[in-house]
């Protein structure tokens, strides 16, 4: 079944430190970009970042309002995503998701179920 | 930056057709891309590059868009079609933006 599923969500301090991951299964992980999306409490969607594929070296992209702070990464041998996020703001509570775009094209056919950030003291 | 507006809400008699705008400056010439969310739940693409509906997706959900309006139209509304509903485009200097989403509301 071709599915993703994050983890690691939780509370965290304003100004700590927290890392997400998605495990991918049921398609070929390493051929395809990976991003990250979120969405605050009864607010809209927002998108987080990117991560291309080895054929495109891995490089990455940002919104600009987690840009410097968080770092997406990519660990082929267990076909997972990562998302690293750092000097976490109360603004950055959310509920986070890994989705996939099909090859060539810029739409998310493919969501996990997500996991919630909780940015409080 | 892009900019996706879309309208806060969309009231709908079942049976009825229900039509959710997407504007944006020149969105005519992006491939726009649509979701449904149901609370609690991850999106769902609906339809994308305009108009076109991933498999499963019932005939009744179609897009269009030209100048600076996209449209997603929901035929024969049912009770089940009661979500909230995002536009979303590639923006060359955005990168992937979505629009505010729409909740629609089945009367």
């Known amino acids: 079944e071709v599915q993703l599923v994050e983890s690691g969500g939780g509370l965290v301090q304003p100004g700590g430190s927290l890392r997400l991951s998605c495990a991918a299964s049921g398609f070929s992980f390493s051929d395809h970009y990976m991003d990250w999306v979120r969405q605050a409490p009864g607010k809209g969607l927002e998108w987080v970042g990117r991560?291309?594929?080895?054929?495109?070296?891995?490089?990455?992209a940002y919104a600009a309002s987690v840009k410097g702070r968080f770092i997406i990464s990519r660990e082929e041998s267990k076909n997972s995503l990562h998302l690293q996020m750092n000097s976490l703001k109360t603004e950055d509570t959310a509920v986070y998701y890994c989705a996939r775009p099909p090859t060539g094209h810029w739409y998310f056919a493919l969501w996990g179920r997500g996991t919630l950030v909780t940015v409080s003291s | 930056s892009y900019v996706l507006t879309q309208p806060p809400s969309v009231s709908v008699a079942p049976g009825q057709t229900a039509r959710i705008t997407c504007g944006g400056n020149?969105?005519?010439?992006?491939?726009v891309n649509w979701y449904q969310q149901k609370p609690g739940q991850a999106p769902v693409l609906v339809v994308y590059d305009d108009m076109d509906r991933p498999s499963g997706i019932p005939k009744r959900f179609s897009g269009s868009n030209s100048g600076n309006t996209a449209t997603l139209t929901i035929s024969r509304v049912e009770a089940g079609d009661e979500a909230d509903y995002y536009c979303?485009?590639?923006?060359?200097?955005?990168?992937?933006?979505f629009g505010g989403g729409t909740k629609l509301t089945v009367l």
């Open positions: 979303q485009v590639w923006d060359s200097s955005s990168d992937v933006v």
């Open positions: 020149n969105i005519g010439s992006k491939s």
């Open positions: 991560i291309r594929n080895k054929a495109n070296n891995d490089t990455t």
